[in-house]
């Protein structure tokens, strides 16, 4: 298939979902009800869980976030099987009609991500079902705020949100992209376009310098010749697509991007995604401009890349279910499942072959995408350590991670106490320099380069190594006084590794912030990129002073995985704020490390990347629709460092193109769209929509609005007591969340 075409063809694929087959013989039905302060002014909520149909069985299993919970009911049993994987036992599961089980929570509720999931029957023999769950509708405040704090956006602030986006007589023309181009001279006339360019061979001082022209009904791209098609994608995309059969006006764009790295992180470990959704993803960078996918392969919850000779990785790492024997075949479930560690549904199981992730990094290479491997180390390696324990049960010690004896308590930053592999043995070097060969050999056969290997080295919990008298030896023979050495230890001796092996190394801040000259002349030279998340330019300044070069990754502007808002509805995470795309499109390099050019040691930023992590999605509409349209204003400061379109032009560009370009046929995806505002005023409901287009679906009774719900046309009169006006956007097969007027 021409390449040129492969855009439609992927974004056409849709995904078949297997659905499940069987029928369901239990329902659950969750729901919280409100959080509550006591006299001391700590916050807790009571979960309700509903359960009817077949309730002859042992327990019901459950992912949630950790927190400390209890059962109201005494006779009823709460166990947690690990952090965030809990069941329930109680007498009453004896084949009553109806179960209400009653846990007392403490800390507040959010949103709907810290609902309860993967919910399951576990029988008596030990086997396990799934099960109907659907949590409740959210119909009062109390569900979400505390007493006195409610963070939920409501009518009247969107409505003013909307005024302010929309307001003007801005019409984006046919060369108004994001990313936007750095110059367009206009020749004049129009050309009607073929729908094959020219391309002419430059080498210029800047690689990813080009220039398109457009003249005498033809599109002429001057560009190195690997950067054909990484030119090519975006302008076929956001210019040819977008204007249709309709003639173009005659220009010359000029353009190039402000910095190297453009990238954004796809974390695939903590829920599964395919490789049919992730190369989507692959087109989306492509189209935004973006040269760098940092790809979260492994972490605590999963392992989910073959590796030849080590099958213990994906046997127990990319498997996860319930066992009464702990984990010893598979691991624990977490965030989402049915207890079955081989069933096919959902975001728990699931891997990449070898030839799979070949075939991967071959496309993204020939969409100028450079494909980052993240192997994480020492910490957030439960999945690792797990699946080296059975290697160790059946023999061989040559990878083994951690050692019997260890007493060590700690805590991680995800709530683990065993995620730390002990840096004071053999195994996890043997370990490391094993999976970069074979990373290495992957590339090699993929013949594509390989900018380098991401060794995590981030978030090791104080105490990881307090109890393991190994480690204490070998502090005391190498003159350690802390565990924080013995960490820096174990990174020195990766940037050693993989500088042997001529691959450079990436981490996290943790790797370059807060350490010695010694440490940095031995590591610094091995890295070629170092990610600072922190909000506040701290991080970000040390490590650039230290020479290191710097990727700005900041929670509050690029962390995409943040809830869109503080609305109970929209997934993401709030622990960093909230992220939409303004406040990505907002993100200022100067101003997210500020640093002047005598300050700088080495190459100081390098570039911006978007980070989405997965605790929160449950397949490829949760991951589109936390990507776009976040995404573009992400690339918008990748590819520009400086200010371009104010708030109401993006907003303009993303409404009449962007959402157009992913939700229209072919291939449609989820994205996220705003919310409308509702205004009552002199008697009147008034509402308006985030975007041109749409409709804007209301109901006056406090329920739901759908899709056949009135729509709204213009101002009405405000009902007298009505429980509620709700409304919700609707466009292109995706809706918002719903707006509630002011209570």
Known sequence: MNTTLRLLAILAIALTAVGNTFAYDTSVRWQTLGNEKDAAGKVSYTQRFTITGDTDFSRLGFNMFARRMEPVEKTDTLVELMPGYYY?????????????????????????????????????????????????????????????????????????????????????????????????????????????????????????????????????????????????????????????????????????????????????????????????????????????????????????????????????????????????????????????????????????????????????????IDVLPEIESPGHARAAIKAMEKRHRNGDDTYRLIHDGDTSVYTSAQSFHDNVMNPALPGPYAFMEKVFDEIIAMYADAGVPLIGIHIGGDEVPRGAWSGSSVARTFMEEHGMTSEKELHAWFVRRMAQALRKRGVPMYGWEEVAVGHGKEFNNVVRPAVDGVNCWHQTPDAAMAAAKAGYPVILCNVNRFYLDMAYSRHPQERGLTWGGTVDEFDALNGYPAQLCPLDADEVRGKGVIGVQGQLWAETIRGESDLTTLLLPKITGMAERAWNADTTYTDRQFNTIVAEKELLLYTSEPGKLKVHMRQPGIRVADGKVYMNAPYSGGEIRYTLDGTEPTEQSALYIGPFAAPENSPGIRARYYRNGCASVTTWANP
């Open 88 to 368: 329930i036992a109680s007498p009453r599961f004896n084949g009553s009609d109806t179960v209400v089980v009653d846990i007392r929570t403490r800390a507040a509720f959010n949103n709907i991500c810290y609902a309860p999931d993967g919910v399951h029957r576990i029988n008596a023999d030990g086997t396990t079902r799934a099960v109907d769950y659907r949590p409740a509708p959210f119909d009062s405040c109390s569900q979400w705020s505390t007493p006195g704090r409610d963070l939920m956006p409501y009518g009247e602030e969107i409505y003013a949100q909307n005024e302010r986006l929309n307001a003007g007589d801005f019409r984006p023309g046919a060369y108004d992209v994001i990313p936007s181009y750095k110059k367009v001279t206009y020749t004049g006339g129009t050309s009607r376009v073929p729908k094959n360019p020219v391309f002419v061979d430059i080498v210029p001082e800047n690689p990813e310098f080009y220039t398109i022209t457009v003249r005498n009904d033809s599109v002429i791209i001057a560009c190195r010749p690997d950067r054909q098609w990484a030119v090519y994608y975006p302008f076929k995309a956001k210019v040819l697509m977008a204007n249709g059969d309709k003639p173009l006006p005659n220009a010359v764009i000029t353009d190039w991007p402000d910095h190297l790295w453009r990238g954004q992180h796809i974390d695939i470990a903590r829920n599964f995604q395919s490789p049919a959704t992730m190369h989507k993803v692959l087109e989306i960078l492509a189209v935004n401009h973006l040269n760098k996918l940092h790809f979260h392969l492994v972490d605590d919850e999963a392992w989910r890349l073959e590796i030849p000779g080590m099958p213990e990785l994906t046997e127990v790492g990319s498997r996860r279910g319930y066992s009464a024997d702990g984990e010893k075949e598979f691991l624990y479930q977490v965030f989402a499942g049915d207890g079955n560690p081989d069933s096919p549904h959902g975001t728990a199981n699931g891997y990449w072959t070898r030839d799979e992730f070949i075939e991967f990094i071959r496309r993204a290479h020939v969409l100028g």
